[in-house]
T-cell receptor, first 113, second 111 residues
Framework: KAGVTQTPRYLIKTRGQQVTLSCSPI?????VSWYQQTPGQGLQFLFE???????NKGNFPGRFSGRQFSNSRSEMNVSTLELGDSALYLC????????????FGPGTRLTVL | GQQLNQSPQSMFIQEGEDVSMNCTSS?????WLWYKQDPGEGPVLLIA?????ELTSNGRLTAQFGITRKDSFLNISASIPSDVGIYFC???????????FGTGTRLKVLA
């Protein structure tokens, strides 16, 4: 069974630009969660999608948004990039039940110049 | 954002030694997960715990769900160089689908 895949793996953008990251979950997994990981702040929860609906949301500004498609694939978008958005963005998929194990993708390393 | 307290933050150990780390929360959790992350990669799930007092092993790794449901512990026996990495705990409380992550324990093994 293929794992969680994320594209692209690396991305360099400049301040003010916008970016879209993609995540394909493990087959059969309907929940997709996104996290931002930085050295200073650790793993911070961005949002979780289930059945094309945002089910949970973290404490990030509105510049961070996401969506999920009918095949459970998910995208996240960051608009008006800031230097502080440089981070490893991780996607995790799971079955939809509470307590379900989350499996992570390799991440997308975003650098904002 | 909310994070769990994990200790120690980092540790150097000799190859062959046993390692212990723990994670504490002010909230009660129904599920605890333990992950290992290598540089530049995503975290890999090691062990999942679902009941207070539960003890679960995965090879040389053993994790326990604390009786109070506010803590969890991970032990690594007879460490080897490939155990190097950052270990994270994650907890999920009742009524939510969201996981809260610990601050991580960075493990370095001296051969």
């Amino acid at each position: 069974k293929a794992g969680v895949t994320q594209t692209p793996r690396y991305l360099i953008k400049t301040r003010g630009q916008q970016v879209t990251l993609s995540c394909s979950p493990i087959s059969g997994h309907r929940s997709v969660s996104w996290y931002q990981q930085t050295p200073g702040q650790g793993l911070q929860f961005l949002f979780e999608y289930f059945s094309e609906t945002q089910r949970n949301k973290g404490n990030f500004p509105g510049r961070f948004s996401g969506r999920q498609f009918s095949n459970s694939r998910s995208e996240m978008n960051v608009s008006t990039l800031e230097l502080g958005d440089s981070a490893l963005y991780l996607c995790a998929s799971s079955l939809a039940e509470r307590g379900a194990e989350q499996f992570f993708g390799p991440g997308t390393r975003l650098t904002v110049l | 954002g909310q994070q769990l307290n994990q200790s120690p933050q980092s540790m150097f150990i000799q190859e062959g030694e046993d390692v212990s780390m723990n994670c504490t929360s002010s909230s009660i959790f129904n599920t605890w997960l333990w992950y290992k992350q290598d540089p530049g990669e995503g975290p890999v799930l090691l062990i999942a715990l679902y009941k207070a007092g539960e003890l679960t092993s995965n090879g040389r790794l053993t994790a326990q769900f604390g009786i109070t449901r506010k803590d969890s512990f991970l032990n690594i026996s007879a460490s080897i160089p490939s155990d190097v990495g950052i270990y994270f705990c994650a907890g999920q409380s009742q009524g939510t689908y969201k996981y809260i992550f610990g601050t991580g324990t960075r493990l370095k093994v001296l051969a």
